[in-house]
C-alpha cells in the first residue's frame, strides 16, 4: 500500500509540548477577553483607591493602605482564580469545548494542569500590577515575610480553583455564572476586605477563605510577621477538599 | 501499531438509557478495518447514543465496546491519539480563530498533517483569521473535519459530517471520506442523508428506535428487497383475476400493466410465466429495482414494522 496524504500514523506529542500549547490558548482567548479581564481587574481597583485613600470605611486601624492593598491582593486571587475560572469553564463545556478536548490527546489531568497554570500567570500579572497601583499611591509593605505570603496565596488559588471546577462540573453554566457572582460579592462583603470580617474566632478562617487570605497577607505583607497556624491549615483544608472533589467530579460534557 | 487484526469497532449488545428511556436497545456491530460504515437512522433512532459510547464519553448501561481493540473508557488516554473525532456540533472556544484551532489540535499529535494542506482541500484559506463564532454554519462542520483528521488517526468518528454544508462542500467531503479509505483509514460515520451512505458506504447499519433493523453493504440491502415496480406493455385489457391472487397489479393505463411490492427473481418470473400463459404479446417490460431510500423508508416507517428485508 502506497502511503497516501492520510495514512494512518497516529501518536500524541509530548505531554510537555500539549500542556504549552493549552495554556498558550487559555491565555491567548483569556488576553481577547481584554474587556472581561480590565472589568476583573476594576473592583479591586476601586476597592483599592476607594477604601484605601478616603474615609469610607472603618478600619481596625490607621495604616488604611496597609489593610486595604493586601486585601484586594487576595480579592483579585479569588475573582481570577474562582469567579472567573468558574464562568469561563462552565460556558467552554456548554459550547462542548472540554468534550471535544476530551477527544483528543490531551489528558484530564493535563487539561487541569494548564487551566491551573493559566490562572497562576493572570495571578503573578495582576498582583504585580496592583501592587504598583497600590505603591504608587503611598503603601509601603514589608518584604521580609514574602515566601509564606506567596505561599499562602497558591493555596488559595488552589482552593478557589478545585471549587469553581467543581462548580462548573455540576451546574449549568448560567447557574454557575450566578453562583460565582454571588458567592464573590458575598466574600467581598463579609471577607474582610474594605471593613474589618465578623470576628468567628478560628472557624471564620475555615468558613471564610477570603478573610483567611486577607488576613495572611496582612501579617506578612504589613507586619511582617508570620502566617498563624490556623491560617495555614483552613487554606490547605480548602484547597485539599476542593481540588479531590473536583478531581472526582470534573467532566468533560 | 497501525492495522492489526481487531476490528476497528466491536460492539456487544450496548444498552443505553436516559432514565426512564431506553435508546440503544441491546445493539451489536462490527466495523472491518479500512471500510466505511454508515449508521443509518432517524433523529432519535440512537445512532448518536451509540458513537458516544464508541467515544468513551459514556459508560453503556449494558454490554460492551472495543475500539481498535481497547475499551474506550478505561483505556482512553491510550485511544485518544488514534481516533479522529468529529462532534455533531460546536466543541471549538468561539473566540479562537479556525486556523488557531487547528494548529492548536496539530500541535497535540506526534506526525500531525500539514494545517496549510487541510485549510486548503476544506476551503478554509480565507476564513483562517476568522473566530469560530463568525463562521456559517458549512466553516464550522469543515474545520470540525479537519480537526478530526490533524493528528492521522487510524479511526474516525464523523456525526453528521455533512450536515449543514452546501452542495459543493459536500461533494468536497465525500471525495475525502473516500480518499480517507482509500489511504487504510477506517470509517464510522453517522447520516440520515441516504444519498450520502449510499455513495460513501461499504457497510450500513440501519437504526430504528434504538435497535439494528438491517445490516449489509447498500448492495446486499437494495438486492434483498429486490425489484420494487414492474411495468409491462402488453394487449390492453387482460383479465388480471389470476394475477391478482398473487400480486399487486393495476393496468394504469390500456395496455400499461404495474405490478408493485418487492419482487424477487422467482416472482418477476411468476409475473412474466402469466402473461405467456394468457398468451399476451409482450413489447416491453421495465423494472425499478429498489435503492436504499426504499429500504430506508420501509424499514424505518412507524407504521410499516414487516418488510421482508433480512440479512
Known amino acids: 500500500m502506497s502511503a497516501g496524504t492520510f495514512a494512518p500514523a497516529p501518536g500524541r506529542a509530548s505531554m510537555r509540548t500539549i500542556i504549552g500549547k493549552q495554556i498558550r490558548m487559555e491565555l491567548l482567548l483569556t488576553a481577547r477577553r481584554g474587556e472581561a479581564v480590565v472589568l476583573a481587574m476594576g473592583v479591586p481597583l476601586l476597592v483599592l483607591l476607594g477604601a484605601g485613600l478616603t474615609h469610607a470605611t472603618n478600619l481596625p486601624t490607621d495604616d488604611r493602605l496597609g489593610f486595604v492593598v493586601p486585601g484586594v491582593l487576595a480579592l483579585t486571587v479569588m475573582s481570577t482564580a474562582f469567579t472567573g475560572q468558574a464562568i469561563t469553564t462552565g460556558y467552554e463545556r456548554s459550547y462542548g469545548v472540554l468534550k471535544r478536548l476530551g477527544a483528543s490527546p490531551l489528558t484530564r489531568p493535563g487539561l487541569l494542569l494548564a487551566k491551573t497554570a493559566a490562572v497562576l500567570v493572570q495571578i503573578v500579572l495582576q498582583v504585580l500590577f496592583l501592587g504598583l497601583v497600590g505603591f504608587l499611591v503611598g503603601w509601603r509593605p514589608q518584604f521580609g515575610e514574602l515566601l509564606p505570603a506567596a505561599g499562602v496565596t497558591v493555596l488559595a488559588a488552589a482552593g478557589y480553583s478545585g471549587l469553581a471546577l467543581l462548580l462548573a462540573s455540576v451546574l449549568k453554566p448560567e447557574t454557575t455564572t450566578g453562583a460565582a457572582t454571588l458567592i464573590y460579592v458575598l466574600m467581598l462583603s463579609a471577607g474582610g476586605i474594605m471593613f474589618a470580617a465578623p470576628d468567628l474566632g478560628t472557624a471564620g478562617w475555615f468558613l471564610l477563605p477570603l478573610a483567611a487570605h486577607a488576613q495572611a497577607m496582612r501579617d506578612t505583607l504589613m507586619n511582617g510577621a508570620s502566617v498563624p497556624l490556623p491560617i495555614w491549615l483552613a487554606l490547605a483544608t480548602w484547597a485539599v477538599v476542593w481540588l479531590t472533589a473536583a478531581a472526582r467530579k470534573f467532566r468533560w460534557e | ?311
Open chain 2, 1 to 311: 501499531m497501525v492495522g492489526g487484526d481487531v476490528a476497528a469497532v466491536e460492539v456487544r449488545d450496548v444498552v443505553v438509557r436516559y432514565g426512564d428511556t431506553t435508546a440503544v436497545k441491546g445493539v451489536s456491530l462490527s466495523a472491518q478495518r479500512g471500510r466505511v460504515l454508515a449508521l443509518l437512522g432517524h433523529n432519535g433512532a440512537g445512532k448518536t447514543s451509540l458513537l458516544q459510547v464508541c467515544e468513551g464519553f459514556r459508560r453503556p448501561d449494558a454490554g460492551t465496546a472495543r475500539i481498535l481493540g481497547l475499551d474506550p473508557v478505561a483505556e482512553h488516554d491510550a485511544l485518544m491519539p488514534r481516533l479522529g473525532i468529529m462532534l455533531q456540533s460546536g466543541g471549538v472556544y468561539p473566540w479562537a480563530a479556525a486556523g488557531e484551532i487547528l494548529r492548536l489540535f496539530a500541535s497535540f499529535a506526534a506526525n500531525p498533517l500539514s494545517v496549510d494542506m487541510l485549510l486548503d482541500r476544506l476551503g478554509l484559506r480565507k476564513v483562517e483569521k476568522t473566530r469560530f463564532r463568525r463562521l456559517s454554519g458549512g466553516e464550522q462542520q469543515r474545520l470540525s473535519l479537519a480537526v478530526a483528521l490533524v493528528g492521522r488517526p487510524e479511526l474516525v468518528f464523523l456525526d453528521e459530517p455533512t450536515a449543514g454544508m452546501d452542495t459543493e462542500a459536500r461533494h468536497t467531503t465525500w471525495q475525502l471520506i473516500e480518499e480517507l479509505r482509500a489511504d487504510g483509514v477506517s470509517v464510522l460515520l453517522t447520516t440520515h442523508l441516504l444519498d450520502e451512505a449510499e455513495r460513501l458506504a461499504d457497510d450500513v447499519v440501519i437504526m430504528r428506535s434504538g435497535e439494528v433493523a438491517a445490516t449489509g453493504t447498500p448492495a446486499e440491502l437494495t438486492a434483498a428487497a429486490g425489484i420494487d415496480l414492474l411495468e409491462v406493455r402488453a394487449d390492453p385489457g387482460l383479465d388480471l383475476v389470476g394475477l391478482r391472487a398473487r400480486h399487486e397489479v393495476t393496468e394504469k393505463s390500456p395496455g400499461e400493466y404495474s405490478i408493485t411490492g418487492a419482487l424477487d427473481t422467482r416472482a418477476l418470473a411468476d409475473v412474466l410465466a402469466w402473461f405467456a400463459t394468457a398468451d399476451a404479446h409482450v413489447t416491453a417490460v421495465s423494472s425499478r429495482r429498489r435503492t436504499l431510500e426504499d429500504v430506508y423508508l420501509s424499514l424505518t416507517s412507524q407504521h410499516s414494522n414487516t418488510v421482508g428485508v433480512a440479512i
